[in-house]
């Protein structure tokens, strides 16, 4: 058997080992999760953090617009924790941590469905320069907002099933 044939065996073995214990695709034609697009109108949260959030869940479930069947209350906060590096060269580590919770009402039922935080952290460099340090903390908080929406997508996706279904 060739190393490639090997390889595609394995593979299969793999995929059928994932059938057996019930695993299904989150994004399946006539499920939960598909069902979601654009279904879900999310608040905008006054900032540029809150414009990318809401921009990255938008693109992943579309506008809701004003006659969707969920509204999603998302909440924005950010902590810095200074490291000092060098100080001769005024180099600070900062570590940047933040969070999104999220409260989906069902509008049909006037109930919140489903709710979730979710933590995670960057961290970025400072130095003598503000336009650089500006940048920098710009940079490091666009990527966290980033983080954040990907894995409130996963989770809202992953657990629709059991919320929107």
């Given at each position: 058997m060739s190393l490639s044939d090997r390889r595609t065996f394995l593979a299969g073995l793999g995929l059928l080992g994932l059938g057996a214990c019930g695993f299904q695709p989150v994004l399946k034609?006539?499920?939960?999760?598909?069902?979601?697009?654009?279904?879900?109108r999310f608040n905008l949260?006054?900032?540029?953090?809150?414009?990318v959030l809401l921009e990255k869940l938008e693109k992943a479930f579309g506008?809701?617009?004003?006659?969707?069947r969920f509204q999603?209350?998302?909440?924005?906060?950010?902590?810095?924790?200074?490291?000092?590096?060098i100080a001769a060269t005024s180099l600070?580590?900062?570590t940047l941590f933040?969070?999104?919770k999220v409260a989906i009402t069902d509008t049909t039922k006037d109930a919140i469905v489903f709710e979730d935080k979710i933590r995670d952290v960057v961290s970025f460099t400072t130095s003598a320069?503000?336009?650089?340090t500006i940048a920098s903390q710009q940079d490091a908080k666009d990527r966290l907002v980033g983080v954040l929406a990907e894995r409130l997508i996963?989770?809202?996706n992953a657990t629709a099933e059991s919320w929107a279904g």
């Open positions: 034609a006539g499920g939960a999760a598909r069902g979601l697009q654009g279904q879900i949260i006054e900032s540029r953090a809150g414009f506008d809701g617009g004003l006659n969707a999603a209350k998302t909440e924005l906060n950010f902590e810095e924790q200074e490291l000092v590096l600070t580590r900062v933040g969070g999104v320069e503000t336009a650089v996963l989770q809202l």
